[in-house]
């Protein structure tokens, strides 16, 4: 008992959530296999492009499915699921002979098993905590930069080495193996660890789950909005930045390379603000660490406009990552703050459908900024102030009693 007794099995928990939230990375591999689908199906890139846009469709629209699957029946089912069919429908795309069956494999049956992948893993590690939430989330979340630092890399080598079917086989079958294993080791329950509480100096055992709010609840409470919308602009600025970063370094005398490095820094940068944040939020609250992380990514949005170089551009995307990074943690940790954590894999997946929204908004109406203007000047301004909104929303719940923790 005394060997158990000394690693609180939470943070167990954390590092395998991490693990499985790396996965992100299998689905954000898609890029480096547009050129050979091109010429394997003879397709246009938009239609290839578009199934990238159906996955993200069912990843937003089965999330909140998946966040009551881990609510009532424990996480490791959700995520045995999620590697089933993300796993096997990336699996299944190495044999893919035309567009429907891309469409159908990687767009439909990828994008539900994708839709686990966050709100299980970090809802999960909420739960077991209560003193030192905000970090344990913060350290699961990293796993999604990671992911997009280390598969995607992976991935274009395996395709240029080997072949794209050998890219999509391996990816299916990590993100099959990391989800079975990991549903195998958080599958418990924070009430049912039988070791007692960790050692003087560690994190306090969890109290007892809040009594939770049914769904009409949740959807009235003015903290879910406030974290909705401010993924809406402020994940619809990041996502304008993914799509057209490169175009916009192209009308600055930016090379693709130097650009391409720039979306590095950004992942860089979010897995830094996921850990800083997410630390401090322990120390001053997710509300007031919120507001913090949004008027970063706010001004350092604005910094996109003084870029002359590349040692210019590498500096601001990481700070623009750190804000990025930073909020995209306190939505969990605000959410769990105000309406408790019984519920929490509910409120998050129902939280995670502003990808919709946010997906369209950011990079669709940049796309109209700049076609109208032939500058990504106005683009610019909309997608830092569209930023700042949230730091406004946030404002009011300052003095508000959250939840009591559990």
């Known amino acids: 008992m005394a060997a158990k007794e000394r690693i609180y099995y939470g943070w167990v928990v954390v590092f395998a959530s991490f693990l499985s939230v790396t996965m992100f990375g299998v689905v954000s591999s898609y890029g480096t296999f547009i050129g050979p689908l091109e010429s394997h199906l003879g397709a246009s890139r938009t239609a290839i492009?578009?199934?990238?846009?159906?996955?993200?469709?069912?990843y937003a629209v089965f999330a909140p499915l998946m966040g009551w699957l881990s609510d009532r029946f424990g996480p490791r089912i959700a995520l045995w699921l999620s590697g089933l069919l993300l796993g096997g429908g990336m699996i299944a795309c190495h044999s893919v002979t035309s567009l429907w069956q891309l469409y159908l494999f990687f767009g439909v049956i990828a994008g539900i098993g994708h839709s686990a992948i966050f709100v299980v893993p970090t809802t999960t590690a909420a739960k077991w905590?209560?003193?030192r939430r905000g970090l344990a989330v913060g350290i699961t979340a990293c796993g999604l930069g990671f992911g997009l630092l280390l598969l995607p890399p992976i991935?274009?080598?395996?395709?240029?080495?080997?072949?794209?079917?050998?890219?999509?086989?391996?990816?299916?079958?990590?993100?099959f193996t990391v989800n079975l294993l990991v549903g195998s080791v958080i599958g418990r329950k924070p009430e049912e660890y039988g070791a007692g509480p960790p050692p003087?100096?560690?994190?306090?055992?969890p109290a007892p789950p809040a009594q939770g709010h049914p769904l009409l609840e949740i959807l009235r409470a003015r903290a879910f909005w406030v974290v909705y919308f401010t993924a809406v602009f402020c994940y619809?600025?990041?996502?304008?930045?993914?799509?057209?970063?490169v175009p916009y370094c192209a009308t600055i005398g930016i090379t693709t390379a130097q650009a391409s490095l720039g979306l590095s820094?950004?992942?860089?940068?979010?897995?830094?603000?996921?850990?800083?944040?997410?630390?401090?939020?322990?120390?001053?609250?997710?509300?007031?660490?919120?507001?913090?992380s949004c008027a970063l990514q706010s001004v350092t949005t604005f910094g996109l406009l003084a870029i002359s170089g590349p040692w210019v551009l590498y500096p601001v995307m990481l700070a623009v990552g750190f804000g990025y990074g930073g909020w995209a943690v306190m939505a969990v940790v605000v959410l769990g703050e105000f309406l408790g954590v019984k519920n929490l894999g509910k409120s998050v997946g129902l939280y995670m459908t502003n990808g919709v929204l946010a997906g369209l908004m950011g990079p669709f109406l940049a796309g109209a900024i700049f076609d109208?203007?032939?500058?990504?000047?106005f683009a610019i301004i909309v997608a830092g102030v569209t930023c700042a909104i949230p730091c406004l929303l946030a404002a009011s719940l300052l003095g508000r009693r959250p939840a009591p923790v559990g």
């Open 200 to 205: 003087a100096g560690r994190n306090p055992a």
């Open 236 to 245: 619809g600025a990041e996502q304008m930045l993914v799509v057209h970063l």
């Open 372 to 377: 109208a203007t032939h500058s990504y000047f």
């Open 155 to 175: 991935s274009a080598y395996l395709i240029r080495v080997y072949s794209w079917q050998t890219a999509f086989i391996f990816l299916g079958s990590l993100a």
């Open 49 to 58: 492009s578009g199934v990238y846009t159906i996955e993200l469709f069912f």
């Open 265 to 292: 820094f950004l992942g860089m940068g979010t897995i830094a603000g996921r850990f800083i944040m997410g630390w401090l939020s322990d120390r001053i609250g997710g509300v007031p660490t919120l507001i913090i």
């Open 129 to 131: 905590f209560t003193k």
